[in-house]
T-cell receptor, first 114, second 112 residues
């Protein structure tokens, strides 16, 4: 299994509070992704990173920011959490998507915003 | 944005039955992937398809990359209880290949 961990695995927070989710990899892969999973929507891309300090938006980036100061860590921040951000969040990594290196997923973080 | 239509959304079958699910798109993709997600875990890659018309097997699983490059199907033969889960298709677009587009998922339930 690819070495991907996510923390925390579960979190309950209140509307308006800041939340940071962490993705850590031991594979030294260049690409890292954050997705959210909601019933009926599958997996939707929030942000991704193609290198240290290099990030780009996905299809559902509003209300989220990311940072990548080291190859192994990719942080997802909800500056002011809302109930619509209650979801399961998955991190994924890929060595190089342009050369048939596919994405491998972490175990997920279940976030509940009350 | 690009979308994948995955069907069916859910399936309820008896153990031992064969399963078929598919994904379609209005856009062309140059890669089709099939993932499985067990309850409480992240998706795991089952099969990757890279050429139009390609047919690939992984044990009891068989998947095909459609000739038009706009569709793919996944078949599971002789289902067993551990096949329960959510199956996702994903496509890699020609433009923006660093990002995958995912289907909505097919939830498979098996009655023993």
């Amino acid at each position: 299994d690819a070495g991907i961990t996510q923390s925390p695995r579960h979190k309950v927070t209140e509307t308006g509070t800041p939340v940071t989710l962490r993705c850590h990899q031991t594979e030294n892969h260049r690409y890292m992704y954050w997705y959210r999973q909601d019933p009926g929507h599958g997996l939707r891309l929030i942000h991704y990173s193609y290198g240290v300090k290099d990030t780009d938006k996905g299809e559902v980036s509003d209300g989220y920011s990311v940072s990548r100061s080291k190859t192994e860590d990719f942080l997802l921040t909800l500056e002011s959490a809302t109930s619509s951000q209650t979801s399961v969040y998955f991190c994924a990594i890929s060595e190089n998507p342009f050369t048939y290196n596919e994405q491998f997923f972490g175990p997920g973080t279940r976030l509940t915003v009350l | 944005g690009q979308q994948l239509n995955q069907s069916p959304q859910s399936m309820f079958i008896q153990e031992g039955e064969d399963v078929s699910m598919n994904c379609t798109s209005s856009s062309i993709f140059n890669t089709w992937l099939w993932y499985k997600q067990d309850p409480g875990e992240g998706p795991v890659l089952l099969i990757a398809l890279y050429k139009a018309g390609e047919l690939t097997s992984n044990g009891r699983l068989t998947a095909q990359f459609g000739i038009t490059r706009k569709d793919s199907f996944l078949n599971i033969s002789a289902s067993i209880p551990s096949d329960v889960g959510i199956y996702f298709c994903a496509g890699r677009p020609i433009q923006g290949a660093q990002k995958l587009v995912f289907g909505q998922g097919t939830r498979l339930t098996i009655n023993p």
